[in-house]
């Protein structure tokens, strides 16, 4: 059993900064990603990234988000600058074995942080 547990969240204002963590316990699948949730809508990709170091970013997200890895430590990191209000959302943090968009290609995933941005 996988288990994933993220931090890191917080309160910061626009075009600050955040750095999430997700660490997984067990054997994680290829691919590891985030996703958010913003009150009243769905829950939307952000990034995934492979074993290899590939990535597939969220176009909303592209050029202020950086995602990546440490193997050794079984976490990955998510590294947010230049923050907008339109990013407050309970950020989750997922497992699965193809780097993709879509929540059913992710089998395991952990409880969630929140992010708040004030404008």
């Known amino acids: 059993q996988v288990q994933l547990v993220e931090s890191g969240g917080g309160l910061v204002q626009a075009g600050g900064s955040l750095r999430l963590s997700c660490t997984a316990s067990?054997?994680?699948?290829?691919?590891m990603g985030w996703f958010r949730q913003a009150p009243g809508k769905e829950r939307e990709f952000v990034v995934g990234?492979?074993?290899?170091?590939?990535?597939y970013y969220a176009n909303s997200v592209k050029g202020r988000f950086t995602i990546s890895r440490d193997s050794s430590k079984n976490t990955i990191y998510l590294q947010m600058n230049n923050l907008k209000p339109e990013d407050t959302a309970v950020y989750y943090c997922?497992?699965?074995?193809?780097?993709?968009?879509?929540?059913?290609?992710?089998?395991?995933w952990g409880q969630g942080t929140q992010v708040t941005v004030s404008s």
């Open positions: 997922a497992s699965g074995d193809r780097l993709s968009p879509w929540e059913r290609a992710y089998d395991y």
């Open positions: 067990g054997r994680t699948g290829f691919v």
């Open positions: 990234i492979n074993r290899s170091g590939g990535t």
